[in-house]
């Protein structure tokens, strides 16, 4: 234990140490001079480390004009979701809907519908294409005594698995509540899709980049309800702002007996669903 | 497309993390199981593993170095992975890799420095030209080969040992982590995940330096040593032990306590994994290796030299199998249950061709030892390995071509 | 101390190494990464207009469609936007002017998608068991030979 803690010991050197930028030309100099050069070192790296770091930690909160411009203010909202299951016809207008409006790669969806069918002799799930053409009749083992259709969608969690796992910081949730996906920073690693719990997220084979759901962002924003809302014929999905009292969905949500799914994974779901039943996981 | 059984989320039929992300782990394993073999004599003072110490510590590095191509094979977008060290997000186990693994690429190449340093100046003195100017650059102008800079040397060597340990442990648990650390998927998220693959890690790192030793020193005609073989089979068997009971464990848990997941993962295991978790994991890769293993350990006296070295090659190349199964059962299988929880999707296989391919798996699994032999060119692994501080008893000929002749 | 040189003149190196990372490092953080967060802020704005909205919503095809739009509202599909049978307005208006033909899916498959008797559809919904209901071929607009889809009568 004689040698390692060396150059340490070695940092207390008196020397005063502005003459730090000298050092790279002076090599094969006494062995004094170098203890200094590797404490000026020490004392400089340290402070460049402290500096990358914090221009990145401090999070400007003093005052940094909000995304959006005046149109939109971000702090003025909290956007949240409610799904009435007991509604849902299965036409598969959402699905086709968001392919339309977002782009959606074939073979993948942002939105989608389950179908539960289910009886005392066991149960039955589909799902064909997402629900986009909507679902064919299908014979079933048992006697099925229920059967209802479930949309599900990205939940815009509060407690993100997804956005906890993103290594480079490209999945986050924004002030208004919601989680997108910053294309330009995707690596496409995946392991926000495998986060995820809900299945919302997928990779585009186009962009190799994670995508979702982002409740519409670019028409919430103006004003404008999701695509899925917007063409919902039977008023199974709403939209709206928490930060709104006399909100309607923010009325079910205070008011009805709403559920979420996998409460137990404490991922603190924004979609809220009502009359859901236990086989839906 | 693939096929379903059951119900499986619409997003959910995609096997993502491809065959690359099972050689990630797989390679990061033998960094920090020839790490462990490597500093069972830098740090525990092991005299029985001198002659693969060296061996090892190089093992490690060209592991190392080739660990992180894997993950660029596999990412969408490799042109943007600088980001994970510029922009880490802390909350994320990913972004850490970036840390840990940078801190412990440091940590082995000031080790291989200190080790090496020696053979370093005495190449330097011997060759002429550009040779003489690249030696003299990697031991930094300094040529002090005195007995007092050569305990220097032994003492950092030993101290970053000590710290690389950690560090090797910390790498391939974290490794683990990221697979446990999903709440969402019932395959994967178990706090017992970063232990299995530390332990297999060992396992894969011991196991490869049971082969790589027999067959350097069989290259190099250099006399394979009894009791290292020996004293390898001994840790080898005692880290599968480990390895499988907990493996067995975890899978016992879920079953026993009836847990929400059982159903599907059963399934699992029976229909998807059948073959590569019951027939390779469980029974090719540890039943038979354990038997043999345990034959080495328990009768060596009564085994030649010839049928216990043949022996560990066969139970390490079984337990080489072994790991790799238990990463494909972990990284595939998690991707081949549906998060629903009601369905399977049809077993995945690697496409032949392609950047996530196989041929391009088997060429990251020969890159590392051609490395080692790039290696072995430039820094001579079995030049110099008389015994020091310790004092061991045979300080073996020296007969590597290259090898260091102690030069004034 | 005159032996332990090399080990200064590694640490050197070392030190040399970790300060050009992180003097690189702060060249190369995105401009507004880590406004708000860990993650590029200009993305939110980015979001906002990533494309233009597609749907605009039923009122916007009354100013031109007057007559359709009002047998529409008063009837049994006021609740169905005109964009889930047609579709998004952006096919057929851009930036206020006509920029293309409005399609339209006429065939009996549309209306099968809500009306045909499937399990999972509340009981209350009108719906048919397609081979019953429709005597005649079953194929193209066979539907539309009764059913007026913008003012139904069951």
Same mark, same amino acid.
């Given at each position: 234990?004689?040698?390692?803690?060396?150059?340490?010991?070695?940092?207390?050197?008196?020397?005063?140490?502005?003459?730090?930028?000298?050092?790279?030309?002076?090599?094969?100099?006494?062995?004094?001079?170098?203890?200094?050069?590797?404490?000026?070192?020490?004392?400089?790296?340290?402070?460049?480390?402290?500096?990358?770091?914090?221009?990145?930690?401090?999070?400007?909160?003093?005052?940094?004009?909000?995304?959006?411009?005046?149109?939109?203010?971000?702090?003025?909202?909290?956007?949240?979701?409610?799904?009435?299951?007991?509604?849902?016809?299965?036409?598969?207008?959402?699905?086709?809907?968001?392919?339309?409006?977002?782009?959606?790669?074939?073979?993948? #969806?942002?939105?989608?519908?389950?179908?539960?069918?289910?009886?005392?002799?066991?149960?039955?799930?589909?799902?064909?294409?997402?629900?986009?053409?909507?679902?064919?009749?299908?014979?079933?083992?048992?006697?099925?005594?229920?059967?209802?259709?479930?949309?599900?969608?990205?939940?815009?969690?509060?407690?993100?698995?997804?956005?906890?796992?993103?290594? #480079?910081?490209?999945?986050?949730?924004?002030?208004?509540?919601?989680?997108?996906?910053?294309?330009?920073?995707?690596?496409?690693?995946?392991?926000?899709?495998?986060?995820?719990?809900?299945?919302?997220?997928?990779?585009?084979?186009?962009?190799?980049?994670?995508?979702?759901?982002?409740?519409?962002?670019?028409?919430?924003?103006?004003?404008?309800?999701?695509?899925?809302?917007?063409?919902?014929?039977?008023?199974?999905?709403?939209?709206?702002?928490?930060?709104?009292?006399?909100?309607?969905?923010?009325?079910?949500?205070?008011?009805?007996?709403?559920?979420?799914?996998?409460?137990?994974?404490?991922?603190?779901?924004?979609?809220?669903?009502?009359?859901?039943?236990?086989?839906?996981? | 497309?693939?096929?379903?059984?059951?119900? =499986?989320?619409?997003?959910?039929?995609?096997?993502?993390?491809?065959?690359?992300?099972?050689?990630?782990?797989?390679?990061?394993?033998?960094?920090?199981?020839?790490?462990?073999?490597?500093?069972?004599?830098?740090?525990?003072?092991?005299?029985?593993?001198?002659?693969?110490?060296?061996?090892?510590?190089?093992?490690?590095?060209?592991?190392?170095?080739?660990?992180?191509?894997?993950?660029?094979?596999?990412?969408?977008?490799?042109?943007?992975?600088? *980001?994970?060290?510029?922009?880490?997000? !802390?909350?994320?186990?990913?972004?850490?890799?970036?840390?840990?693994?940078?801190?412990?690429?440091?940590?082995?190449?000031?080790?291989?420095?200190?080790?090496?340093?020696?053979?370093?100046?005495?190449?330097?003195?011997?060759?002429?030209?550009?040779?003489?100017?690249?030696? =003299?650059?990697?031991? !930094?102008?300094?040529? @002090?080969?005195?007995?007092?800079?050569?305990?220097?040397?032994?003492?950092?060597?030993?101290?970053?040992?000590?710290?690389?340990?950690?560090?090797?442990?910390?790498?391939?648990?974290?490794?683990?982590?990221?697979?446990?650390?999903?709440?969402?998927?019932?395959?994967?998220?178990?706090?017992?995940?970063?232990?299995?693959? !530390?332990?297999?890690?060992?396992?894969?790192?011991?196991?490869?330096?049971?082969?790589?030793?027999?067959?350097?020193?069989?290259?190099?005609?250099?006399?394979?040593?009894?009791?290292?073989?020996?004293?390898?089979?001994? &840790?080898? &068997?005692?880290?599968?032990?480990?390895?499988?009971? *907990?493996?067995?464990?975890?899978?016992?848990?879920?079953?026993?306590?009836?847990?929400?997941?059982?159903?599907?993962?059963?399934?699992?295991?029976?229909?998807?994994?059948?073959?590569?978790?019951?027939?390779?994991?469980?029974?090719?890769?540890?039943?038979?290796?354990?038997?043999?293993?345990?034959?080495?350990?328990?009768? @060596?006296?009564?085994?030649?030299?010839?049928?216990?070295?043949?022996?560990?090659?066969?139970?390490?190349?079984?337990?080489?199998?072994?790991?790799?199964?238990?990463?494909?059962?972990?990284?595939?299988?998690?991707?081949?249950?549906?998060?629903?929880?009601?369905?399977?999707?049809?077993?995945?296989?690697?496409?032949?061709?392609?950047?996530?391919?196989?041929?391009?798996?088997?060429?990251?699994?020969?890159?590392?030892?051609?490395?080692?032999?790039?290696?072995?060119?430039?820094?001579?692994?079995?030049?110099? @390995?008389?015994?020091?501080?310790?004092?061991?008893?045979?300080?073996?000929?020296?007969?590597?071509?290259?090898?260091?002749?102690? =030069?004034? | 101390?005159? /032996?332990?040189?090399?080990?200064?003149?590694?640490?050197?190196?070392?030190?040399?190494?970790? $300060?050009?990372?992180?003097?690189?490092?702060?060249?190369?953080?995105?401009?507004?990464?880590? $406004?708000?967060?860990?993650?590029?802020?200009?993305?939110?704005?980015?979001?906002?207009?990533?494309?233009?909205?597609?749907?605009?919503?039923?009122?916007?095809?009354?100013?031109?469609?007057?007559?359709?739009?009002?047998?529409?509202?008063?009837?049994?599909?006021?609740?169905?936007?005109?964009?889930?049978?047609?579709?998004?307005?952006?096919?057929?208006?851009?930036?206020?002017?006509?920029?293309?033909?409005?399609?339209?899916?006429?065939?009996? $498959?549309?209306?099968?998608?809500? /009306?045909?008797?499937?399990?999972?559809?509340?009981?209350?919904?009108?719906?048919?068991?397609?081979?019953?209901?429709? $005597?005649?071929?079953?194929?193209?607009?066979?539907?539309?030979?009764?059913?007026?889809?913008?003012?139904?009568?069951?």
């Amino acid at each position: 234990m004689d040698h390692a803690p060396r150059p340490l010991a070695s940092t207390r050197s008196p020397s005063p140490p502005p003459e730090a930028p000298a050092a790279g030309a002076a090599t094969p100099a006494d062995p004094g001079r170098r203890d200094f050069l590797g404490a000026a070192f020490t004392i400089a790296g340290g402070a460049v480390v402290l500096l990358a770091g914090l221009d990145a930690a401090a999070s400007g909160e003093t005052h940094v004009p909000p995304p959006g411009g005046d149109a939109y203010n971000w702090e003025e909202h909290r956007w949240a979701y409610v799904i009435d299951t007991s509604k849902c016809i299965g036409c598969g207008s959402c699905v086709r809907g968001c392919k339309a409006e977002n782009d959606v790669p074939d073979g993948f #969806v942002r939105t989608w519908v389950e179908r539960y069918i289910v009886g005392p002799g066991g149960s039955y799930v589909d799902s064909p294409k997402g629900g986009l053409d909507g679902f064919p009749p299908v014979p079933t083992a048992f006697t099925p005594t229920k059967s209802f259709f479930v949309p599900k969608m990205c939940n815009h969690c509060k407690e993100t698995p997804c956005v906890q796992v993103c290594p #480079v910081g490209a999945s986050y949730r924004t002030k208004d509540g919601v989680v997108l996906v910053d294309g330009k920073s995707c690596i496409g690693c995946g392991y926000c899709v495998q986060a995820c719990p809900y299945g919302s997220r997928f990779l585009n084979p186009a962009t190799h980049t994670a995508e979702k759901c982002t409740w519409c962002y670019h028409r919430i924003t103006k004003g404008l309800k999701p695509a899925c809302v917007e063409v919902c014929p039977t008023g199974t999905r709403a939209f709206g702002d928490m930060m709104r009292e006399d909100d309607p969905v923010r009325q079910t949500i205070d008011h009805e007996r709403v559920s979420i799914l996998q409460a137990h994974l404490l991922t603190e779901p924004q979609c809220f669903y009502l009359h859901l039943d236990m086989e839906v996981r | 497309m693939p096929e379903i059984t059951g119900y =499986a989320f619409p997003n959910d039929i995609h096997v993502h993390w491809s065959l690359m992300i099972v050689m990630y782990p797989y390679i990061t394993g033998f960094v920090a199981g020839a790490f462990i073999v490597s500093a069972l004599f830098h740090v525990f003072g092991r005299e029985e593993f001198r002659p693969v110490a060296r061996l090892a510590m190089a093992t490690s590095l060209c592991f190392m170095a080739v660990a992180t191509l894997p993950l660029n094979l596999h990412l969408g977008h490799p042109e943007r992975s600088w *980001l994970v060290m510029v922009t880490p997000n !802390l909350s994320s186990a990913m972004a850490g890799f970036g840390m840990l693994y940078s801190t412990y690429l440091l940590i082995l190449v000031l080790e291989v420095w200190f080790v090496w340093r020696q053979q370093i100046i005495e190449s330097a003195r011997r060759s002429r030209g550009w040779k003489r100017t690249f030696y =003299a650059m990697l031991a !930094l102008g300094t040529y @002090d080969t005195s007995p007092e800079a050569i305990a220097i040397d032994h003492r950092a060597a030993t101290i970053l040992a000590a710290i690389g340990l950690p560090g090797a442990c910390m790498l391939h648990g974290y490794v683990g982590f990221i697979f446990g650390a999903i709440k969402a998927n019932p395959w994967w998220s178990s706090p017992l995940m970063p232990v299995i693959f !530390l332990l297999s890690a060992a396992v894969s790192g011991i196991a490869l330096l049971t082969i790589l030793y027999q067959v350097v020193a069989k290259l190099n005609r250099r006399v394979i040593e009894g009791r290292t073989v020996a004293a390898l089979a001994r &840790w080898l &068997w005692f880290f599968l032990i480990l390895t499988v009971t *907990l493996e067995l464990l975890e899978i016992i848990m879920l079953a026993y306590e009836k847990s929400e997941s059982w159903h599907i993962i059963s399934q699992l295991l029976t229909t998807r994994l059948e073959f590569s978790f019951i027939t390779i994991q469980m029974v090719v890769g540890s039943l038979i290796p354990f038997i043999l293993l345990g034959v080495v350990v328990l009768m @060596d006296r009564y085994l030649h030299d010839r049928v216990r070295n043949t022996l560990c090659i066969a139970s390490s190349i079984l337990l080489l199998l072994q790991v790799f199964s238990m990463r494909w059962n972990i990284v595939i299988g998690g991707q081949l249950l549906s998060k629903s929880f009601r369905g399977l999707r049809s077993p995945y296989s690697p496409e032949i061709f392609g950047r996530e391919g196989i041929l391009v798996a088997i060429a990251l699994l020969i890159m590392p030892f051609v490395l080692l032999w790039l290696f072995n060119r430039v820094l001579p692994i079995f030049g110099d @390995d008389k015994p020091h501080a310790a004092g061991g008893h045979e300080p073996p000929p020296v007969t590597a071509p290259v090898a260091g002749v102690h =030069a004034g | 101390m005159e /032996h332990a040189r090399h080990v200064f003149r590694i640490a050197l190196v070392l030190l040399v190494v970790i $300060t050009a990372i992180f003097l690189g490092r702060g060249f190369l953080v995105p401009r507004s990464y880590g $406004t708000f967060g860990p993650y590029r802020a200009d993305n939110v704005a980015e979001q906002m207009k990533i494309r233009p909205p597609a749907h605009a919503g039923a009122a916007s095809c009354a100013p031109c469609h007057k007559a359709k739009s009002e047998a529409h509202d008063a009837g049994g599909h006021k609740a169905v936007s005109c964009e889930v049978c047609h579709a998004p307005l952006l096919r057929h208006v851009t930036n206020g002017t006509v920029s293309g033909k409005m399609p339209v899916d006429r065939s009996f $498959t549309l209306c099968a998608r809500c /009306h045909r008797r499937i399990q999972g559809r509340p009981d209350k919904f009108p719906q048919v068991i397609l081979e019953q209901h429709v $005597t005649s071929k079953l194929e193209g607009a066979v539907c539309l030979d009764c059913h007026d889809p913008h003012s139904p009568k069951p």
